[in-house]
């Protein structure tokens, strides 16, 4: 599985931006795709995930409230919207995806985009 990440850029505080991760490859069924992101110095961290049927979603506290993950399997696309953007979004955002049910962590994605620049003035 290829994941296509993008939708990235610059936007003021307040801002949004909507975030598109595009699958290719292997027949590509039950695969449960999540965001992360990671900032400068920093871990990569959860940002939220979406079950394969999109019946189930889990977010971040952090932005919980603020971002909304879908997704069209007709399109093989996951979307992250992100309204009410803070300076602390900045990072780089990255999908990822596995077979199964959603999880939070890492290391359970097997599948990575290659990761979409987000930038939030204040």
């Known amino acids: 599985v290829q994941l296509q990440a993008s939708g990235g850029g610059l936007v003021q505080a307040g801002g949004s931006l909507r975030l598109s991760c595009a699958a290719s490859g292997r027949t590509y069924s039950n695969y449960a795709t999540g965001w992360f992101r990671q900032a400068p110095g920093k871990e990569r961290e959860f940002v939220a995930a979406i079950s394969w049927s999109g019946g189930s979603t889990y977010y971040a506290d952090s932005v919980k409230g603020r971002f909304t993950i879908s997704r069209d399997n007709t399109k093989n696309t996951v979307y992250l919207q992100m309204n009410s953007l803070k300076p602390e979004d900045t990072a780089v955002y990255y999908c990822?995806?596995?077979?199964?049910?959603?999880?939070?962590?890492?290391?359970?994605?097997?599948?990575w985009g290659q990761g979409t620049q987000v930038t939030v003035s204040s």
């Open positions: 990822a995806t596995r077979q199964g049910q959603l999880q939070v962590g890492v290391k359970f994605y097997r599948y």
